[in-house]
């Protein structure tokens, strides 16, 4: 059974930062890629950031571009997603995901997922 469980969301101030992780169980890291996706209310599911199932590539949303950094590490099962310079329309459900893909190429698209976690929420106050 494949399980991906995230945790470390919570409520900060503008300008906070926070460290998500996301530790998966029941498949093997190394054969997929990983993201962080994002929900707020009332909103599509947006792109957060994305690496490859060697760490080598990362990609980002313009959103948080600069601000987030996506990492892995294999040996632990589990995915991180370090936040600084947190801003109130960061809020949203965090969403960890494992896309099946040995090369070094990441997706941004929701459909090329294969497993999600269940959410863990962010809420920056102003």
């Known amino acids: 059974q494949v399980q991906l469980v995230e945790s470390g969301g919570g409520l900060v101030r503008a300008g906070d930062s926070l460290r998500l992780s996301c530790v998966v169980s029941?498949?093997?890291?190394?054969?997929?890629?990983m993201s962080w996706f994002r929900q707020a209310p009332g909103t599509e599911r947006e792109f957060v950031a994305a690496i490859s199932w060697s760490g080598g590539m990362t990609f980002y949303g313009d959103s948080v571009k600069d601000r987030f950094a996506i990492s892995r590490d294999n040996a632990k099962n589990t995915v991180y997603l370090q936040m600084n310079s947190l801003k109130p329309e960061d809020t949203a459900v965090y969403y960890c995901?494992?896309?099946?893909?040995?090369?070094?190429?990441?997706?941004?698209?929701?459909?090329?997922?294969?497993?999600w976690g269940q959410g863990t929420q962010v809420t920056v106050s102003s």
């Open positions: 029941g498949l093997n890291m190394r054969s997929y890629a």
């Open positions: 995901a494992a896309d099946y893909r040995l090369n070094q190429r990441v997706a941004t698209t929701e459909g090329n997922y294969d497993y």
